[in-house]
């Protein structure tokens, strides 16, 4: 064939790839605006979003995926959804993170956060694999109770690859449990007799979302609240360096299988897949962001960007999750994050009381 025809096949075949993907992306999209638009009649309601857009999308797509199964038209822009979006959101969330951060807030307490995190991410991932789930959904149970909830197992799920079901399970459940933290934490301010430095700290440390911390901290007073958001965000940049972790684990485990099948297969991995293309990204754009190469002004748009494709991601999930799956691991599941959540909680109240 000339090379100007085979130029021309090209075209046409990545144009079509293309329009294939746009019913399920418009679907995807539809979840999405009626998800952002429940948790702002929230946000006029409450001044804070209990159950944020991203779990509200999860649980919108499951019960359309409850009543109708998406044929193979809606499928393909569905499944661009889940993965490929929810690269980019990740990767775009390195410019809301300047390094800077870290030092401002303090060696002591940025140790005592580092430590709480390991130990909650090998204890969750225990209890989780005790409980006979598989690892993955005991990794993304794991990091959505030790670092952020939601966030967390949303930027986790694409490097161990996990499957939808495992992504809406976890973050499903841990989502329940995030608001009933978020009503409950602030009676412990009595029990416990604890100073708005604490109860900010242990907010900080339990609390899931961001907005979960305001929402649990206002009511206690203006300290608690700048407390409670600034371990929230130090405990945040923990993701950073456990998705990279795993991300290099995960390469590491896909090179020996590769091994084993042959020496010439192992040898043609590259390099360069070792960390996920979007984990380099996010990378590059927090460096950039801590050298201020990254204006301020486009801070914010680049942050809601990241939020709304992470919604359309979960929205995704949510229409290609089996309820019926979702129901063999429920107890389990529970099981797992419950307990994740009561030891954790432990933790953090020793810890406050360490900082008087």
């Known amino acids: 064939m000339p090379e100007p025809e085979q130029d021309q096949g090209q075209k046409q075949?990545?144009?079509?790839?293309?329009?294939?993907?746009i019913p399920g992306i418009l679907l995807c999209g539809v979840v999405t605006v009626i998800s952002l638009g429940i948790q702002?009649?929230?946000?006029?309601?409450?001044?804070?979003?209990?159950?944020?857009?991203?779990?509200?999308?999860?649980?919108?797509?499951?019960?359309?995926?409850?009543?109708?199964?998406?044929?193979?038209?809606?499928?393909?822009?569905?499944?661009?959804?889940?993965?490929?979006?929810?690269?980019?959101?990740?990767?775009?969330?390195g410019a809301s993170i300047s390094f800077a951060a870290i030092v401002a807030?303090?060696?002591?307490?940025?140790?005592?956060?580092?430590?709480?995190?390991?130990?909650?991410l090998a204890v969750s991932?225990?209890?989780?694999?005790?409980?006979?789930?598989?690892?993955?959904?005991?990794?993304?149970?794991?990091?959505?109770?030790?670092?952020?909830?939601?966030?967390?197992?949303?930027?986790?799920?694409?490097?161990?690859?996990?499957?939808?079901?495992?992504?809406?399970?976890?973050?499903?459940?841990t989502a329940i449990l995030g608001v009933l933290m978020v009503l409950g934490l602030p009676l412990l301010i009595p029990l416990l007799k604890l100073?708005?430095?604490?109860?900010?700290?242990?907010a900080g440390l339990t609390v899931y979302a961001v907005p979960q911390v305001l929402a649990?901290?206002?009511?206690?007073?203006?300290?608690?609240?700048?407390i409670g958001t600034l371990v929230k965000l130090v405990r945040v940049l923990m993701l950073g360096p456990i998705v990279i972790g795993l991300s290099l684990l995960v390469a590491r485990r896909r090179k020996a299988g590769a091994a084993k099948e042959g020496t010439s297969k192992a040898a043609s991995i590259s390099p360069f897949k070792l960390v996920p293309?979007?984990?380099?990204?996010?990378?590059?754009?927090?460096?950039?962001r801590s050298f201020q190469l990254v204006p301020d002004i486009a801070i914010a748009p680049v942050?809601?960007?990241?939020?709304?494709?992470?919604?359309?991601?979960?929205?995704?999930?949510?229409?290609?999750?089996?309820?019926?799956?979702?129901?063999?691991?429920?107890?389990?599941?529970?099981?797992?994050?419950?307990?994740?959540?009561?030891?954790?909680?432990?933790l953090s109240i020793g810890l406050v009381h360490f900082f008087k």
């Open 13 to 21: 075949g990545a144009l079509r790839r293309i329009f294939q993907l």
């Open 40 to 93: 702002a009649a929230e946000e006029r309601v409450f001044d804070h979003p209990y159950i944020e857009a991203l779990v509200v999308a999860i649980l919108l797509g499951m019960a359309v995926r409850t009543a109708w199964e998406p044929s193979a038209r809606w499928r393909s822009g569905i499944a661009f959804s889940a993965k490929q979006l929810l690269e980019v959101a990740v990767m775009l969330l």
């Open 105 to 120: 807030s303090g060696g002591l307490l940025i140790g005592a956060i580092a430590v709480t995190v390991v130990i909650m």
């Open 125 to 173: 991932y225990g209890l989780s694999r005790m409980l006979g789930l598989k690892t993955k959904l005991a990794i993304l149970i794991a990091c959505g109770n030790s670092i952020c909830g939601n966030s967390a197992i949303a930027a986790v799920a694409p490097v161990i690859e996990a499957d939808g079901d495992d992504i809406a399970s976890s973050i499903s459940f």
């Open 195 to 202: 100073t708005a430095t604490q109860y900010g700290i242990l």
């Open 216 to 226: 649990a901290t206002v009511p206690a007073g203006i300290v608690s609240t700048q």
């Open 277 to 288: 293309w979007f984990i380099i990204g996010f990378l590059v754009l927090a460096a950039l």
């Open 303 to 346: 942050t809601k960007t990241a939020a709304i494709l992470t919604v359309v991601s979960m929205a995704a999930l949510g229409l290609g999750v089996d309820v019926r799956v979702l129901s063999t691991v429920g107890g389990r599941v529970t099981a797992a994050v419950t307990l994740s959540l009561m030891l954790l909680l432990a």
